[in-house]
T-cell receptor, first 110, second 111 residues
Framework: DAKTTQPTSMDCAEGRAANLPCNHS???????VYWYRQIHSQGPQYIIH???NNETNEMASLIITEDRKSSTLILPHATLRDTAVYYC???????????FGSGTKLNVKP | DAGVIQSPRHEVTEMGQEVTLRCKPI?????LFWYRQTMMRGLELLIY????????DSGMPEDRFSAKMPNASFSTLKIQPSEPRDSAVYFC?????????FGSGTQLSVL
């Protein structure tokens, strides 16, 4: 039931920026874009979310296209500890139907 | 804040036994979610509560699964009787400040 499409896996060199894309062409006007990551078998960890505008926090930046049909998560300086599965999710504010897709496995290499 | 607390961390049981998983959400959060994760199916939403009331249980796989939230600080997910195909990691999450916060999960193995 996930409404997003992400690449299965990506590689990134340590210290470089990691840019993770997500397509959500059927997003509704009141749905947010959320990014979570899961390191090994830990619980998913919140990274960032946005509605229309680009967002930045201490972990990452979120770039949302003007038509809101796609977004990119940017980890500015990837480290080995950023190796994880990254999930892009669209959801209304009430989190009804907060579904995870398959995500992108990011491999950060030395 | 201790975060979302789940217990036990690991549970090993035999087929046919009853299993109860427990979750304590973050204080002040009024929504609670149960997810199941397997290699084959990924993270699946099983059920979620709002103000202790079950809102959507369409993800609960079958009648062997039941979930309760008797108060704002406690929820249980029960499987009776358990089967080997129920082996998975079960996560609980609570919602606050437009974010979901996840617990560390319960690794369930049904032999």
């Amino acid at each position: 039931d996930a409404k997003t499409t992400q690449p299965t896996s990506m590689d990134c060199a340590e210290g470089r920026a990691a840019n993770l894309p997500c397509n959500h062409s059927t997003i509704s006007g009141n749905e947010y874009v959320y990014w979570y990551r899961q390191i090994h078998s830990q619980g998913p960890q919140y990274i960032i979310h946005g509605l229309k505008n680009n967002e930045t926090n201490e972990m990452a930046s979120l770039i949302i296209t003007e038509d809101r049909k796609s977004s990119t998560l940017i980890l500015p300086h990837a480290t080995l500890r950023d190796t994880a599965v990254y999930y892009c999710i669209v959801s209304q504010y009430n989190f009804n139907k907060f579904y995870f897709g398959s995500g992108t496995k990011l491999n950060v290499k030395p | 804040d201790a975060g979302v607390i789940q217990s036990p961390r690991h549970e090993v049981t035999e087929m046919g036994q009853e299993v109860t998983l427990r979750c304590k959400p973050i204080s002040g959060h009024n929504s609670l979610f149960w997810y199941r994760q397997t290699m084959m199916r990924g993270l699946e939403l099983l059920i979620y509560f709002n103000n202790n009331v079950p809102i959507d249980d369409s993800g609960m796989p079958e009648d062997r699964f039941s979930a309760k939230m008797p108060n704002a600080s406690f929820s249980t997910l029960k499987i009776q009787p358990s089967e080997p195909r129920d082996s998975a990691v079960y996560f609980c999450a609570s919602r606050g400040d437009l974010r979901l916060f996840f617990g560390s999960g319960t690794q369930l193995s049904v032999l």
